[in-house]
């Protein structure tokens, strides 16, 4: 279909397209609300700074589209196929987009709050600074997708795939991961406060400086995990894994450590709880404390 065909008909009140060929069609600009682009095939178009709210693109090929800035909100995109595509800035809030496949796409700043992607596929997908609060990402797989500065407060990560995932300076305060396979995952200067990671993997995990007050890690697995100069304050790290741990002049005042495997863990210049000092003797038992690095270590502070 010719593009002067598509918009002559669109401002006669037509909305349904499913299934046209607008393969490498200049779209830019264009206001299509509300239409039906099922099934259609527009690989490579360029749609930027489009107006396409509400529109719909189930199973539609938009391999390589260009749609930056393209204003999507509720839009529905289920098994679409957006692989490389390129959605920086893109206002995607309250869109649908349940087993899209967006690999290797680029969502930087994009905006898709309250959005809902389950199973969806994002492998090295590319989504700094990105808006993902309260976003569904259930089954979500983002391995090695780059997630630098996004905002990931209030998202659903269950059953998400993180393997090899950018969480640098992301802000996850309040996120649910219990369970959650991060093992080696770069979340330093990560904002983490109030989050949930109890019995999660974070094995070799970069946590350095990242703010974590008040975070569950109950039954966390930290071994040789990099927190230095971590904010712990009011941290849960019960029956914790920080068997050679870099805790060096992290803050874990007032935070709880009963039963935590402290083997080798480092924690020069730490600023440890009072309460350490109560749990001592069990430490020595339920966990091991054999030639744990205390010193330097503030006792005096908690």
């Not at 069609?25 to 700074?49: E, F, K």
């Not at 959005?115 to 808006?131: G, I, K």
């Not at 071994?223 to 068997?243: D, I, P, R, V």
């Amino acid at each position: 279909m010719e593009v002067s065909q598509l918009l002559r008909e669109y401002e006669e009140g037509e909305r349904e397209f499913t299934g046209v060929d607008l393969e490498g069609a200049d779209l830019s600009g264009v206001i299509l609300i509300g239409v039906n682009l099922s099934g259609a095939n527009l690989m490579g178009a360029n749609l930027s700074r489009a107006f396409l709210s509400r529109v719909k693109f189930n199973g539609a090929c938009l391999h390589r589209v260009n749609l930056s800035y393209a204003k999507m909100n509720e839009a529905q995109g289920g098994d679409a196929n957006l692989t490389k595509a390129n959605l920086t800035g893109a206002f995607l809030v309250k869109a649908k987009l349940p087993n899209a496949n967006l690999s290797g796409a680029t969502l930087a700043g994009a905006n898709l709050r309250c959005a809902s992607l389950p199973n969806a596929n994002l492998c090295s997908a590319n989504l700094p600074f990105s808006n993902l609060r309260e976003t569904n990402l259930t089954g979500v797989n983002l391995k090695w997708a780059n997630l630098v500065a996004a905002k990931l407060s209030g998202a659903n990560l269950f059953g998400a795939e993180l393997t090899g995932v950018n969480l640098q300076r992301a802000y996850l305060n309040g996120i649910k991961l219990s369970c959650v396979n991060l093992e080696g995952v770069n979340l330093h200067e990560a904002r983490m406060n109030g989050a949930d990671l109890e019995e999660a993997n974070l094995i070799n995990a970069n946590l350095s400086q990242a703010q974590m007050r008040g975070i569950r890690l109950t039954k966390a697995d930290l071994t040789g995990a990099n927190l230095e100069q971590a904010s712990l304050m009011w941290a849960n790290l019960n029956w914790a894994n920080l068997s050679q741990t870099d805790l060096r002049d992290a803050d874990l005042r007032d935070a709880s450590l009963l039963g935590a495997n402290l083997e080798n863990t480092q924690f020069q210049g730490a600023q440890l709880p009072q309460s350490l000092k109560l749990y001592l003797d069990l430490a020595m038992t339920c966990s091991n404390l054999y030639q744990a690095h205390t010193q330097k270590c503030d006792l005096e502070l908690g």
